[in-house]
């Protein structure tokens, strides 16, 4: 009985360690929070962007890619950036600078969800966006156009993401502490003016980041 039990507790032991270990809740729940929330952008955009006009559709397929791009240098910046500068700040009471140090503490999931779960919705919705553009686009001469502008809009998105994304890499690396820095300061400017903790924390205190 000794022997079973005793095995049961170490394989307990080890579900237990490798559940904390590669962080498995939060790849659950962000997995789960990603599905819903892929779907309802997805929608608002289709309905959004089916009623405005081509080129207001198309501002707003490059502030998508924008963004999308924007949140992986975030992403890169805090899996990059070193932990030591922050705590300096924090002890001159520099705002922001408690939320960097959360940000570089849990570079994992902030990471996870700035470079996965941002980047894909971004894609999708950019995707969304390129197909309500050339839907919107007034039928040209040949049958096959809106099938060229379909394959042309396509590799647009794809190549002003990835070329965005390629270059915005070089700079989170260079400049990761500045960056992670900026992230903490607007991190920290929601919590104080609009009462939003995006970061849960009971060290980081809006009261101490005035």
Avoid at 3 to 12: E, F, W
Avoid at 100 to 116: E, H, M, R, T, Y
Wanted: hydrophobic share 50%.
């Amino acid at each position: 009985m000794s022997d079973k039990s005793n095995g049961a507790k170490k394989s307990n032991y080890k579900l237990t360690h490798y559940w904390e270990k590669y962080n498995l809740k939060w790849s659950v729940v962000i997995s789960i929070w990603t599905f819903f929330l892929a779907m309802i952008i997805s929608v608002a955009a289709e309905l959004i962007l089916r009623n405005t006009e081509v080129l207001f559709s198309f501002f707003i397929l490059l502030i998508i890619i924008f963004v999308g791009v924007l949140s992986d240098i975030v992403g890169i910046a805090v899996t990059s950036s070193s932990i030591k500068p922050f705590h300096a700040m924090a002890a001159n009471k520099v705002a922001g600078a408690k939320y960097a140090i959360q940000l570089v503490k849990n570079a994992g999931p902030v990471s996870n969800f700035c470079n996965d779960v941002v980047g894909d919705i971004c894609g999708i919705i950019s995707g969304v966006a390129g197909a309500s553009i050339i839907l919107q686009m007034p039928n040209l001469l040949f049958p096959l156009s809106k099938t060229v502008l379909t394959i042309v809009m396509s590799g647009f998105v794809a190549s002003l993401t990835v070329g965005g994304k390629s270059i915005g890499k070089s700079i989170a690396i260079d400049h990761s502490e500045k960056i992670v820095f900026q992230a903490g300061r607007f991190l920290s400017f929601l919590n104080r003016k609009l009462d939003i903790e995006v970061i849960p924390n009971k060290r980081v205190n809006k009261r101490k980041e005035r």
